[in-house]
């Protein structure tokens, strides 16, 4: 990897995701930092190979192709690791919190998943969903951004926005059907307020930056549009369970859910659809037979579970 310096002291690196690397007083800041050892390793190298020292990381989320080298950049350099209070939680239960969200089981199945080395609980510093961050004489802006997850947050600089997975670059979506989302409707509050922003550069962190994010915004409002047209069309015969839904979903958007990864992805995600649905009077669901089922609603109806708590 190389830094590519896009200002005089903000730059940008990594090769899954796309990171910041911002020159500090005394060293460089990073947003985010990629996935375990490897590239920790090569961010090590290429701060060596400028003589810099990795003073903090910030994290615009805690997922594992983020802030999955937190813990051995830390143990590698004593940087400090600044993130939300929701995200921190994560951060802080990393072999269990996550892991549970992600897989929906308390006990989850974890092949292929190591969160080892993004958990760092004596170093992390909160910040504000929104506000400012002083660090080592550099002034981050910190704006809310949920809907990826829950206490996901954006990061300004220099006119700069360091975007996360609020969004991703058309380049990065279009071959993709689905992006991971754990709140639909916050993400669209989300992006209409990405929308209504004037930043000289968006970097997201799939993908390529982008100067206007119009369409890359576009591109995440019709997926989720999709999703939830598909989902009410999978209840139009009748009751389904969740994966009644998604392999109902998968198929309409040509996604092939090939191992437990892909699987859990696409689950999250048009689950939280449904959910949101059900949580905004547009569906319903029962429990019957010993399963669990979502169903569409009759015009004016409302929900059978609403009329039974009340
Ligand atoms: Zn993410």
Not at 155 to 169: E, K, R, T
Not at 232 to 258: I, N
Request: glycine share 6%; net charge negative.
């Amino acid at each position: 990897m190389a830094i590519n310096m896009i200002t005089p002291r903000v730059g940008l690196t990594g090769e899954l995701t796309v990171d910041g690397v911002i020159f500090s007083e005394n060293g460089v800041i990073m947003i985010d930092n990629g996935w375990g050892k490897r590239q920790g390793r090569e961010i090590l190298a290429d701060l060596r190979a400028i003589d810099k020292k990795l003073i903090a990381i910030i994290n615009t989320h805690t997922h594992l192709d983020h802030a999955g080298a937190n813990y051995f950049l830390y143990k590698e350099t004593g940087c400090m690791i600044y993130c939300t209070l929701y995200e921190s939680l994560m951060v802080r239960g990393a072999k269990q919190l996550f892991p549970a969200l992600f897989t929906g089981s308390p006990n989850p199945i974890l092949d292929g998943l190591d969160f080892s080395e993004s958990l760092n609980p004596t170093a992390l510093t909160v910040i504000p969903y929104d506000g400012q961050v002083t660090i080592d004489g550099v002034t981050f802006d910190i704006i809310s951004t949920p809907g990826h997850s829950d206490g996901h947050v954006a990061v300004a600089v220099d006119n700069i926005l360091f975007c996360g997975d609020a969004i991703v670059s058309p380049d990065w979506m279009r071959p993709r059907k689905l992006i991971y989302m754990t709140n639909p409707t916050l993400e669209l509050d989300t992006l209409n307020r990405i929308r209504e922003s004037s930043y000289d550069l968006y970097v997201p962190s799939h993908g390529s930056p982008v100067k206007d994010p119009n369409e890359a915004c576009d591109m995440m409002v019709e997926m989720l549009s999709r999703i939830e047209t598909f989902t009410r069309e999978a209840l139009e015969d009748g009751p389904v369970t969740l994966d009644m839904a998604v392999k109902y979903v998968s198929e309409k958007l040509q996604l092939r859910l090939r191992d437990l990864r892909t699987y859990n992805t696409a689950r999250v995600t048009i689950q939280c659809v449904l959910n949101d649905c059900v949580m905004q009077d547009t569906m319903d669901y029962t429990v019957k037979d010993n399963m669990f089922y979502y169903k569409k609603l009759a015009p004016g109806e409302t929900r059978e579970a609403k009329k039974k708590m009340r």
